[in-house]
């Protein structure tokens, strides 16, 4: 029947609840440097890959129309046809090829991402959401084009973006 001090006690528990309390977020602070850094450097894989794609994306409508006119001309071997017209429709074929847009939005997405890590709040579903929006983004330029090139590097943007999807579910 040994009375307990209830105030050392007290003190006691309450040091050991700040130290745990600072342990822990130090842990978090650390934890969320190198998600950082992972981020960044995933962003980083994924610019270079865009970089490429850039570089690539005049000549592919122009490669695009191009095959789409030889093709059309060997189908159409001994037929009469109008040459003004199936230019026409190969250069509106070809636009259609065209990965301007989808390289616009994805550079636009990658500088959210980028001002959203740097925020001191809570962005962790954010982040999913503007994943999701860049690898559709991603997937429309797969669609679009046939270069081997091209395909490489969506396949190369969409290994990075299922990293940076996997990281961003392990934060807030």
């Not at 396949?155 to 940076?164: P, S």
Request: one cysteine or more.
């Amino acid at each position: 029947d040994a009375e307990i001090d209830t105030e050392k006690a007290w003190e006691t528990l309450a040091g050991a609840i700040d130290d745990a309390t600072d342990s822990l977020i130090a842990m978090k602070e650390r934890e969320g440097e190198l998600l950082y850094g992972d981020f960044i450097e995933r962003l980083h894989v994924i610019g270079e890959e865009i970089k490429i794609l850039e570089s690539m994306a005049p000549q592919i409508a122009e490669e695009y129309q191009k095959r789409l006119s030889e093709r059309i001309v060997e189908l159409t071997e001994g037929l009469e046809i109008d040459e003004a017209r199936l230019t026409q429709e190969c250069a509106v074929m070809a636009a259609k090829s065209d990965i301007n847009e989808e390289l616009v939005r994805l550079g636009s997405h990658m500088s959210q991402f980028k001002e959203m890590i740097e925020e001191g709040e809570a962005v962790g579903r954010k982040l999913d959401f503007l994943i999701q929006e860049m690898h559709r983004e991603i997937n429309t330029i797969g669609s679009k084009s046939s270069d081997l090139e091209i395909s490489r590097s969506v396949i190369e943007i969409k290994n990075e973006l299922a990293k940076l999807r996997e990281q961003a579910q392990n934060i807030e």
